[in-house]
């Protein structure tokens, strides 16, 4: 089939290397005019490693990044919450987990596609999709020009989504209360002991930050914002200055990022949808499911609509009505789960109330130790022999 792709980011790149091995003939669309990402980085846990594999880029994935051995929990004040080794966890899945910087992992997905000869084509802003010739969707662009592919995927972002807005009805993401302040960190001597993730959580405030060498890190300081402002670069300064009371090696984080380097998101997320396509148009990644943060799933559940859209997805036409049902009712459940997940882990760790905060902490250090748990929940609808799964499709 000749299939549109709408966004070069993790979901729609990873969606056009399966599909493109499957003998689809593939074009990606990006509004922007060049690469680009959007957040500092990403931990990679065993589901998002288990398509990297099957795409055959784990090995430089593991080149790129950190493999992360544990997960660590304090308050603002330093005092542990408790920690978690990962290593089971990843036995269990049969992949490692990896920390990794958004820009290498996307620098690397582009790299692969201009490998196997998939354009990119840059500077097409998607302005509508409309009913077209033969029962195939039309795509619009800003520049003029359009396509009528035998299939569009929406793999086009939470905010502002042409194709959500075409199979929904509706694109405006959900402002959850807070902002995230991130960059990635970096200096001569190591900023911290080891390869893990260290999560510190203070009362409406948190600090987290994530290991991809002892020298570098990439984090993210997080507080409530009632409204919704402008995204943008913030002065380090002030980013320093709200965390100044908190432990040293958040300051020393703060302090070795570049002072152009920060910058401030107001963070959304999605409505679970119960539909994600409508004739020949399907939605993928945060178009369809825009998970939090706090999710820690973002990216692995983009990785995995590709994996399983290319399991799905038929030769031709004939039958693509239903498997994009299929797929649809395949994935929709998964990712409500952890949309939902993310939004109560975000409730606790966003409450300004020092009781809830108190008793919340409590709690940390029980919740953090069930890896069989975590492994089935990320581990559902895959083949991951570890776990005893079988393929969904």
């Known amino acids: 089939m000749d299939i549109a792709i709408l966004g070069a980011g993790v979901a729609g790149a990873s969606a056009a290397l399966m599909l493109s091995r499957q003998g689809h003939r593939v074009r990606v669309y990006e509004r922007r005019p060049g690469p680009a990402t959007m957040g500092a980085g990403v931990v990679l846990w065993p589901n998002a490693s288990f398509v990297l594999a099957e795409l055959g880029l784990l090995p430089r994935v593991a080149a790129l990044g950190g493999r992360l051995n ?22 269990l899945m049969g992949y490692p987990a990896y920390a990794i910087l958004r820009h290498d992992l996307q620098a690397l997905l582009l790299e692969q596609l201009a490998a196997r000869g998939i354009e990119v084509a840059y500077g097409c802003d998607a302005v509508r999709i409309e009913d077209g010739a033969n029962g195939r969707a039309t795509v619009h662009f800003a520049n003029g020009q359009s396509t009528c592919p035998d299939l569009v995927i929406g793999a086009d972002g939470r905010k502002n989504s042409v194709a959500r807005l075409y199979v929904a009805g509706e694109n405006a993401p959900v402002y959850q209360g807070f902002v995230n302040w991130i960059g990635v960190a970096e200096a001569s001597s190591p900023l911290v002991d080891e390869i893990a993730v260290f999560d510190y959580w203070g009362q409406g405030e948190r600090f987290g930050c994530v290991t991809v060498n002892r020298n570098k890190v990439y984090w993210a300081g997080a507080q409530v914002q009632a409204v919704a402002e402008e995204d943008g670069p913030i002065a380090r300064e002030f980013v320093e200055q709200c965390f100044q009371a908190w432990p040293s090696q958040v ?79 395949a994935r929709s459940a998964k990712t409500a789960a952890i949309t939902n997940q993310g939004r109560v882990f975000a409730r606790a760790l966003f409450d300004t109330d020092a009781e809830a905060c ?27 022999a570890a776990l005893g799964g079988q393929a969904s499709g």
């Open 70 to 91: 544990r997960m660590y929990r304090s308050d603002q004040a330093g005092m542990s919450l408790g920690h978690v080794d990962i290593e089971p966890l990843a036995q």
């Open 251 to 329: 300051g020393r984080i703060i302090r070795s990022t570049p002072a152009n380097g920060i910058r401030k998101i107001h963070v959304y997320d999605h409505d679970p949808l119960p539909v994600w396509h409508r004739g020949t148009v399907l939605l993928i990644g945060d178009a369809a499911h825009a998970p939090l943060p706090t999710s820690g799933q973002g990216a692995c559940q983009a990785l995995e609509d590709a994996w399983h859209l290319a399991a799905y997805l038929p030769a031709t036409q004939d039958d693509l009505a239903s498997a994009l049902a299929v797929f649809t009712q």
């Open 358 to 384: 108190r008793l919340r902490n409590e709690r940390a250090g029980k919740e953090l130790g069930d890896a069989g748990a975590l492994a089935a929940a990320w581990g559902a609808g895959l083949p991951l």
